[in-house]
């Protein structure tokens, strides 16, 4: 079982509020959750889809965010 990953910044255009695809992370998805609701899954792998011009440097920073939120999640999860 496995979770696809993307996220959404959201920016306004007159009175519209628009969405554009962001690194994960860096837009309103709340990742944090979405990790802690995997672990109780039998989620065995994240696949990062986004949509942008600069597609290895974005890939990047969301695996580098993608370390920063998760990390002390398992060790926090032993003091439960």
Do not use: W
């Not at 944090?32 to 109780?40: I, L, N, Q, S, T």
């Not at 580098?64 to 060790?75: D, P, R």
């Amino acid at each position: 079982l496995g979770i696809h990953l993307r996220d959404l910044a959201l920016y306004k255009k007159g009175l519209k509020v628009l969405s554009k695809d962001a690194a994960v992370g860096e837009g309103v998805i709340n990742f944090k959750r979405v990790f802690e609701a995997a672990g109780e899954t039998a989620c065995e792998y994240f696949v990062i889809e986004q949509k942008t011009d600069r597609p290895y440097e974005k890939l990047e920073l969301s695996y580098q965010n993608c370390l920063k939120i998760t990390s002390g999640m398992e060790e926090n999860k032993d003091d439960e």
